[in-house]
């Protein structure tokens, strides 16, 4: 007899996270999906690698689809911080909601929306964050 190990492949979560991705990405408050695409940017992060590439290749179809490229440009930027947070072992997950929440401040601020804007964005960032930080495993 032979033995024959064959390794499974668990397909549902990056597809859940295609998807979710997808249809995020589309949802707009005030010209920016990003209240919803940065709390799934750190949970695809911090699970694998798969499911970041999965999160970003369905990410930038939907921004392209709907022309945010200023969405597009914050999370490539947002990613690289959590690369270089990675990289010098000072990541800390439960604060991330806070630190992606205090450096959105300015990319919004330079894309010129009003005071009140900017601060309802940062609360439902940081409100998204933390509900989605209890997704992970």
Do not use: W
């Not at 940065?38 to 921004?63: D, K």
């Not at 009140?116 to 964050?129: H, P, Q, S």
Request: net charge neutral.
């Amino acid at each position: 007899m032979d033995l024959v190990l064959t390794k499974k492949v668990d397909y549902l979560i990056p597809g859940c996270m295609f998807v979710g991705g997808f249809v995020l990405s589309l949802i707009q408050i005030n010209q920016t999906s990003l209240p919803f695409v940065l709390p799934l940017l750190i949970i695809s992060f911090c699970s694998s690698h798969m499911n970041l590439i999965v999160f970003l290749i369905a990410s930038t179809i939907a921004l392209f689809l709907t022309e945010q490229i200023f969405t597009m440009i914050v999370i490539y930027t947002f990613l690289c911080i959590l690369f270089v947070l990675n990289c010098f072992k000072v990541m800390k997950t439960r604060n991330l909601p806070i630190l992606f929440s205090v450096l959105l401040i300015p990319f919004l601020y330079i894309n010129q929306y009003a005071y009140i804007e900017i601060l309802f964005l940062f609360i439902l960032t940081v409100i998204n964050c933390y509900f989605y930080l209890e997704l992970l495993p």
